[in-house]
């Protein structure tokens, strides 16, 4: 297609969908703003002056500016031949997120809340972290921008992620242990909420995925969004088209949004998200909310959920932390729904067998969590065309995951 072809194309299909969410913050019967009255001026005030913000020019300027000369972007569009031959031969492009400052895309919009929260005279930043990438993301936000930083992280995952709690604390943040619950990230997000609502006042709450309640998983969008942005760019330089298939893994769903979003509008190009199978379809055994969740509300949004008959939110598992959540973000939910993007699982064995592939074949060590995306390309690659041009999105380095890989080598070695 010529590019004058696809501009007309893509004129005419912007047309056909809503721009969504819609004013109350909906995709579909996905989304809202499901928090107690007194986080209701908040939101507003963050809705207000995002909106503002993103028509100005000072705004996006500064942003652009960190964006290039502290992130590291435009982040490389690169080919992987071997690794391509080894899913069936198509041919494969990896965005490289994972060679973003602090090693995956959670900083693209972790940068931009920290922006906004200054335009808004905030100068306390929370955030809440599983793995501890958001974490530290948001702790070097807040360090470039001369922000407090308070980190709320479950003790078990502290114990977990030593690494990452050591990082944010070199980097001026607070890190506070999480004692409730099952002390994972659920846990750590309601204490999150519960300090936001004390001091709403003075204090911006940065969500690190396209979760949460309205306007959130709009803002994380859109400051995602810049990886499918780019990548388009680049892969009209290499090859002159629009690609086939383009395809992440989903936690929460920022980095595959992300990678999709400019490409929703373009009917031809086939999105594929992947979720955490984990060890198998027990519920318990895995975070694949399309194949075994129901509608329900968690944390101020109403999305797909692992809840149990009762409506008690499910424990979940995944080899990657960074997957291991009961929700989805709701414009996930809205997009399965209306057919535009297919889900499927990657199971923890075949998510670490693409972990190796990609780390012997091209030389670059995936995250856990991207390496699901590949997993699935690695399994349903020869249900692709051979002339097909596939995106994956690379989300992080796998760097965090050497020592729990090492590990699991050295269990199954014994
Ligand atoms: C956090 C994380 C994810 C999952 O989050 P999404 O919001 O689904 O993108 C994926 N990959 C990496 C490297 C992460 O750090």
Redesign the pocket.
């Given at each position: 297609m010529t590019v004058t072809a696809e501009r007309e194309e893509s004129k005419s299909e912007s047309k056909k969908r809503p721009a969504l969410p819609d004013r109350r913050g909906y995709f579909g019967e996905f989304g809202g703003k499901y928090v107690p009255e007194t986080l209701m001026a908040a939101l507003e005030e963050f809705e207000d002056v995002y909106r503002k913000v993103r028509r100005d020019r000072s705004f996006r300027a500064e942003l652009d500016d960190i964006l290039r000369d502290y992130v590291g972007r435009p982040t490389p569009l690169t080919e992987a031949k071997k690794f391509a031959e080894l899913c069936g031969g198509f041919r494969l492009f990896l965005k490289r997120?994972?060679l973003n400052h602090t090693?995956?895309?959670?900083i693209n919009n972790a940068m931009g809340q920290a922006l906004i929260a200054k335009r808004m005279g905030k100068q306390r930043i929370i955030a809440e972290t599983g793995?501890g990438?958001?974490g530290v993301a948001t702790a070097t936000a807040c360090a470039l921008l001369g922000l407090q930083c308070v980190v709320y992280m479950g003790e078990v995952d502290m114990a977990r992620q030593e690494l990452n709690v050591f990082r944010m604390r070199l980097l001026g943040a607070e890190v506070v242990p999480v004692t409730s619950g099952s002390r994972t990230l659920k846990d750590a997000i309601n204490e999150a909420i519960r300090d936001w609502v004390t001091n709403v006042r003075t204090t911006h709450y940065i969500i690190?995925?396209?979760l949460g309640p309205h306007p959130y998983p709009m803002v994380v969008r859109d400051f995602q969004s810049v990886i499918g942005r780019e990548a388009l760019a680049q892969i009209r330089k290499k090859v002159n088209m629009l690609p086939n298939v383009a395809v992440?893994?989903?936690?929460?769903?920022?980095?595959?949004i992300?990678l999709f979003h400019e490409m929703v509008k373009h009917e031809g190009i086939r999105l594929v998200g992947v979720e955490a199978g984990g060890r198998g379809p027990k519920l318990g055994e895995h975070a694949a909310r399309f194949s075994g969740g129901a509608l329900g509300v968690l944390h101020g949004t109403r999305s797909m959920i692992l809840q149990d008959p009762f409506g008690q939110i499910a424990e979940t598992h995944s080899i990657?932390a960074?997957?291991d959540y009961a929700s989805i973000?709701p414009e996930h939910a809205y997009l399965q729904g209306i057919g535009r993007v297919e889900y499927h699982d990657c199971s923890d064995d075949l998510a670490l067998e693409a972990f190796h592939k990609l780390s012997e074949s091209e030389g670059i060590i995936p995250?856990l969590?991207?390496a699901h995306a590949l997993g699935w390309l690695l399994h349903n690659g020869s249900s692709i065309a051979r002339d097909a041009v596939v995106i994956a999105n690379l989300?992080?380095?796998g760097d965090k995951d050497v020592p729990q890989v090492a590990e699991l080598l050295s269990k199954t070695h014994q």
């Amino acid at each position: 297609m010529t590019v004058t072809a696809e501009r007309e194309e893509s004129k005419s299909e912007s047309k056909k969908r809503p721009a969504l969410p819609d004013r109350r913050g909906y995709f579909g019967e996905f989304g809202g703003k499901y928090v107690p009255e007194t986080l209701m001026a908040a939101l507003e005030e963050f809705e207000d002056v995002y909106r503002k913000v993103r028509r100005d020019r000072s705004f996006r300027a500064e942003l652009d500016d960190i964006l290039r000369d502290y992130v590291g972007r435009p982040t490389p569009l690169t080919e992987a031949k071997k690794f391509a031959e080894l899913c069936g031969g198509f041919r494969l492009f990896l965005k490289r997120e994972d060679l973003n400052h602090t090693g995956a895309h959670k900083i693209n919009n972790a940068m931009g809340q920290a922006l906004i929260a200054k335009r808004m005279g905030k100068q306390r930043i929370i955030a809440e972290t599983g793995a501890g990438q958001h974490g530290v993301a948001t702790a070097t936000a807040c360090a470039l921008l001369g922000l407090q930083c308070v980190v709320y992280m479950g003790e078990v995952d502290m114990a977990r992620q030593e690494l990452n709690v050591f990082r944010m604390r070199l980097l001026g943040a607070e890190v506070v242990p999480v004692t409730s619950g099952s002390r994972t990230l659920k846990d750590a997000i309601n204490e999150a909420i519960r300090d936001w609502v004390t001091n709403v006042r003075t204090t911006h709450y940065i969500i690190g995925s396209v979760l949460g309640p309205h306007p959130y998983p709009m803002v994380v969008r859109d400051f995602q969004s810049v990886i499918g942005r780019e990548a388009l760019a680049q892969i009209r330089k290499k090859v002159n088209m629009l690609p086939n298939v383009a395809v992440a893994c989903v936690g929460g769903g920022s980095n595959a949004i992300g990678l999709f979003h400019e490409m929703v509008k373009h009917e031809g190009i086939r999105l594929v998200g992947v979720e955490a199978g984990g060890r198998g379809p027990k519920l318990g055994e895995h975070a694949a909310r399309f194949s075994g969740g129901a509608l329900g509300v968690l944390h101020g949004t109403r999305s797909m959920i692992l809840q149990d008959p009762f409506g008690q939110i499910a424990e979940t598992h995944s080899i990657s932390a960074g997957l291991d959540y009961a929700s989805i973000g709701p414009e996930h939910a809205y997009l399965q729904g209306i057919g535009r993007v297919e889900y499927h699982d990657c199971s923890d064995d075949l998510a670490l067998e693409a972990f190796h592939k990609l780390s012997e074949s091209e030389g670059i060590i995936p995250a856990l969590e991207s390496a699901h995306a590949l997993g699935w390309l690695l399994h349903n690659g020869s249900s692709i065309a051979r002339d097909a041009v596939v995106i994956a999105n690379l989300s992080g380095r796998g760097d965090k995951d050497v020592p729990q890989v090492a590990e699991l080598l050295s269990k199954t070695h014994q």
